[in-house]
Structure formats: structure tokens, C-alpha cells
């Protein structure tokens, strides 16, 4: 039963818009969120991150929103680049487990165009 | 960098083999875990390890059993190796003190 769903897996975007990568989950013991991107023969590379008791996060051109109601996360990237294409995963942990037991949702392709 | 090896980073076995992955971390963390990742299933846990001789299971644990005899090094034993654990083997390690986990490069592992 996946409790982390990323139900788009693919997502094509322009070069200098916004990109937008949604999250939902199921657990609500999760507190803890984590956007990672992978290329191709690579590992995952940690790239924001949220707890529960905010609503959004911002680092450089990524955004991260929670919404714990609607139990929805999206990944914000303003603006997208080449370099931005690769695979998204968000990751949630539950409250008071160790951090790296990570629940990952299948992942989102993104491809940015020129 | 994260400061984690993965070693081998590739290997093919025949079904039946065991194997051994290794997982080395020159950071000193306190966790370290190990992942798989298949098409259509993101990353699941394996097992995981929260100290020296400390192991936990994860979500995928079958088949699999872990060792930890040193802070830096983390192993991981396919004992009897089949054909539904060709896969996508990630380590991970946690426990600095930013409040994040980071991977390795991956070890690919084909059981043919």
C-alpha cells in the first residue's frame, strides 16, 4: 500500500517557467517531509525539505508547500532549467521514528525544454 | 559529497549465489540504511542500523540480513540470491547535524 503517491510520473515544462510537482500521502503520523532528485546512474541527492508545523519552505528557486488538511505537498521551481530535468521523489517519515526510515513515492520525470 | 562508497557498483550473480554489498561512510554518522529502488516502487527500505550491532528491519527485509561491526561500515547479504532482487541497491546515512539522510551512488545488482 503506498502511503506516498506521486500520481503524475512524468511532467514537461518550458525552460524559465514554473514547474510544479505534486505530493500526496495517506499516513497522518507523517511530520516530516523531503524532496530528492535523481539522475540518470546516480543516487538521490537531497534537495528540500519541510516539517510539519510549517507551510512552506523556500530555498534559492525551490519551494516546498504543505498542506496536512488536504495532506498534499508540491514542489514549487521557479525558474526551471535544463539542469532540472531528472527524477523527483518526495519522501516522508513518521513522527518520532528515526529520520531516515523514508516512505518514497514512485517519482515524477521532469523534462524542462528549451 | 556526502562522504558514503558503495561497493561493487555493479554485479551480476547467478540466481542461488550469495552476495555482499558494502557501504562505507567517512562521516561518522550514527544511522545508516539501506534501500532498494525498482521501477514503479520509488525506494523502500531494507534494513536499517541506528549503531554498532544495532540492525532493524525495514519495509522489504526477506531475503536480506545486515551487518554492522564498525561506525563507518554497513553490509548488506543477500544469502541466497533470486531473480526479484535484481535491483537498484542505495545506502543512506543520517544523524550529522543537519536533519537530512543522503545516498550513495547505487550498487546495480543482476541475479540472472
Known amino acids: 500500500d503506498q502511503q506516498v503517491k506521486q500520481n503524475s510520473p512524468s511532467l514537461s515544462v518550458q525552460e524559465g517557467r514554473i514547474s510544479i510537482l505534486n505530493c500526496d500521502y495517506t499516513?497522518?503520523?507523517?511530520?516530516?517531509f523531503l524532496w530528492y532528485k535523481k539522475y540518470p546512474a546516480e543516487g538521490p541527492t537531497f534537495l528540500i525539505s519541510i516539517s510539519s508545523i510549517k507551510d512552506k519552505n523556500e530555498d534559492g528557486r525551490f519551494t516546498v508547500f504543505l498542506n496536512k488538511s488536504a495532506k498534499h505537498l508540491s514542489l514549487h521551481i521557479v525558474p526551471s532549467q535544463p539542469g532540472d530535468s531528472a527524477v523527483y521523489f518526495c519522501?516522508?517519515?513518521?513522527?518520532?521514528?528515526?529520520?531516515?526510515?523514508?516512505?518514497f513515492g514512485r517519482g515524477t520525470q521532469l523534462t524542462v525544454w528549451p | 559529497d556526502a562522504g558514503i562508497t558503495q561497493s561493487p557498483r555493479h554485479k551480476v550473480t547467478e540466481t542461488g549465489t550469495p552476495v555482499t554489498l558494502r557501504c562505507h561512510q567517512t562521516?561518522?554518522?550514527?544511522?545508516m540504511y539501506w534501500y532498494r529502488q525498482d521501477p514503479g516502487h520509488g525506494l523502500r527500505l531494507i534494513h536499517y542500523s541506528y549503531g554498532v550491532k544495532d540492525t532493524d528491519k525495514g519495509e522489504v527485509s526477506d531475503g536480506y540480513s545486515v551487518s554492522r561491526s564498525k561506525t563507518e561500515d554497513f553490509l548488506l547479504t543477500l544469502e541466497s540470491a533470486t531473480s526479484s532482487q535484481t535491483s537498484v541497491y542505495f545506502c543512506?546515512?543520517?544523524?550529522?547535524?543537519?536533519?537530512?539522510?543522503?545516498f550513495g551512488e547505487g550498487s546495480w545488482l543482476t541475479v540472472v
Open positions: 562521516e561518522n554518522h550514527r544511522y
Open positions: 499516513n497522518s503520523m507523517f511530520d516530516y
Open positions: 519522501a516522508a517519515s513518521v513522527r518520532g521514528s528515526t529520520l531516515g526510515r523514508l516512505y
Open positions: 543512506a546515512i543520517s544523524g550529522g547535524s543537519g536533519n537530512t539522510i543522503y
